[in-house]
Each structure stands twice: as C-alpha cells, then as structure tokens.
C-alpha cells in the first residue's frame, strides 16, 4: 500500500466514523506507512520497523492500530487485546506442559505464520505476565515479525512498582532497542466528544444516583444483596441475577471477591448486557478491587459489550482520588456511556 494509499485509507475511515485526525496522528501515519509498503510487497522483511505508540488515553492510539490492522491486504496477521493474550497464552502452556519449553509452543501455536502482530493496551502490573512479555519479545524480534503495540505508558514507566521494575528492565530494553516509540500526545480525549450511532459499550448507561425511578425508565431490576451462583470451570461467581444474555453484579460480588479477568472473559463469551450495581467510592475500595474494576471495564469495552453501571455517585466523585493511575483510563471510558 503506498503513502498515499495508506493516507487515504485511513481518511476515509476517519469520515466514515466522523472523526478529526491531529497532526500528531497524521504524523503516525507517515510513519506506519514504512512497514506497510513492505507488508503490501508480501515478502519476508528482515528487522521490520514496529512501532510502539504511547499516551494519555482517548487521543486514538487504538483506532490508529485497529485501522492500519484492518488496512493491510495480508491473511498471516493477528490482533490482541492484551488481557485476552494472555488469557489464551496461559491456557496454551498449560496444552502445552509435557513439552520442553511450554511457553515456545504456546506462542508458536498463538501466532501460527503471522508476519504482523499488533498487541493492543499494554498495561503490566503482574510479574509473572512481565516475565512472559520478555520471552514473548524475544521470539518476536528474533522472527522478525513486525509488531505494533499501543499503551498509556511510555516504555521506561512499565511495572513501575520499584519491587519488580529492575526485573522487567530486559523487556524494556528490547522494546527501545527494536521499536519506533511514538508519542501520540494531544489536548484533546477523543473519547468526550459526541459520537452517533451508539452501541455495544457506548449504549449503556451511567445511572446516578441510582433511583427507583431510574431503574423502572431502564428496566433494571432494584438493588439486592442475594445472588445466583454461576459456574465457571473451576470456581463459581455470585452475580443477583442473569439471563439469556444479561448478567448482574454487585460491585462487591464482581470486584471485591477474588475474581480475574479469565473470568471476566470467560463470561463475556456467553453475556453481552452487563449491570454492575452499587459501586463505591472507588477510594474506599481495597486496592485489589480497584485493578479488578479496571480489569473489567477494559474487557468490557474492548470486547463492545453493553455495560450499565449504577452508583450512588457522579463519576466524578465515583473515581476522585483513586490509586492507581490506570483509573484516568477508566475514567475516559466510562465518560463514554450515556448518563440517565
């Protein structure tokens, strides 16, 4: 795909979707058009350019990523979210446990032939996942699969909890070593702006503060502490209720219970509506129910599923003083439902 072709393409999606491309993405773009030249010719690249684009949340590093993804005319490319990755990276091993190194076969089987892997939201706060991360760069670079990851987080700022940074540094370093580090920067989140046509995520609803009246407008059942077991593969959850295709939590069920986000994707496979009910002042909440909620909303909105989330509180007052810096990303997001 030539320059030109490429900026076009990603023109007209841009007024397809009504969206305004800064120039910082017009930059992006200049730059992407590089590995999608060689992509385009279908031959094996030796040291690909890969790109890693980094910043605030809403300045559109997802959609430049999920654009030039959709854009490339090749069939050996793959796209994750990181949490679905590594959801599917830990199940492989464990296939893959009698071999002699269980990791190896688990990203060879993940990738099969691709020469164009994107990995969306890289965000580490766990040391095991930091530690597949650097053997997963590894094989990548030394296979010479191009590679374009987005995060709120420039590289050195990675796992940045002083117990584990040092550790992850080998990681850090091959990411500077073999990838453009782009600053997609810019006064503007994207996400704040009006958007029409509204759907799966986005046509859900922030319900505060959560009355009778609110709840009978929307068709939300009233709030109750008794619950519904559900049964996972190796554990059971307690929403109050689900359906069909709806599922209900309270906050304190979903977050404050030792939960992950294998089964947070686990559910999604089978819900698409989902109702949190009752959620706290995020600052009240212990620290483990913070990265779970925003595990949650992340799968939630990645994967487009309609969320309806009811607090007693504005969102504003729902997130103030939180404390973990991911829950600006959060915020972004859920700024994003429709207000009742």
């Not at 397809?16 to 992006?28: A, K, P, R, V, Y």
């Not at 980094?54 to 490339?72: A, E, M």
């Not at 109050?240 to 304190?252: A, H």
Request: proline share 4%; charged share 20%; with cysteine.
């Amino acid at each position: 795909m030539a320059n030109s072709s490429l900026a076009a393409y990603f023109q007209n999606k841009a007024q397809q979707q009504n969206f305004l491309i800064s120039n910082t993405q017009q930059n992006t773009i200049h730059q992407l058009s590089e590995l999608s030249d060689l992509l385009y010719l279908n031959k094996k690249i030796k040291n690909p350019p890969c790109y890693y684009l980094w910043g605030p949340v809403g300045r559109g590093k997802s959609w430049l990523l999920n654009t030039f993804f959709d854009g490339i005319p090749i069939k050996e490319k793959k796209r994750f979210h990181f949490h679905r990755f590594f959801k599917l990276l830990h199940q492989k091993i464990f296939q893959y446990a009698q071999y002699t190194n269980p990791t190896k076969e688990a990203i060879d089987d993940l990738l099969e032939n691709s020469t164009l892997v994107c990995f969306d939201e890289l965000h580490v706060h766990d040391i095991g996942d930091a530690m597949l991360i650097t053997q997963l760069l590894k094989i990548l670079f030394e296979r010479n699969i191009a590679i374009i990851i987005t995060s709120n987080y420039e590289p050195d700022s990675l796992l940045s909890n002083p117990l584990y940074h040092e550790r992850f540094m080998p990681a850090i370093t091959l990411l500077k070593k073999h990838m453009h580090i782009i600053n997609i920067e810019g006064e503007i989140d994207f996400r704040t702006l009006p958007q029409k046509n509204k759907q799966g995520f986005t046509a859900g609803y922030y319900v505060y503060p959560a009355t009778q009246e609110q709840r009978q407008a929307l068709g939300i059942p009233n709030y109750t502490d008794k619950t519904q077991p559900i049964q996972l593969t190796n554990r059971q959850l307690y929403p109050t209720n689900y359906t069909n295709k709806q599922i209900i939590f309270n906050f304190e069920n979903i977050c404050e219970q030792e939960t992950s986000t294998n089964d947070y994707l686990t559910l999604i496979e089978q819900f698409d509506d989902w109702i949190i009910d009752n959620v706290p002042l995020i600052k009240t909440t212990s620290l483990g129910a913070q990265q779970r909620f925003i595990n949650l909303i992340d799968i939630l909105y990645d994967q487009n599923k309609c969320l309806y989330l009811l607090s007693q509180y504005s969102l504003d007052q729902l997130l103030a003083e939180a404390a973990i810096g991911d829950m600006a990303r959060t915020y972004s997001r859920l700024n994003q439902l429709q207000k009742c």
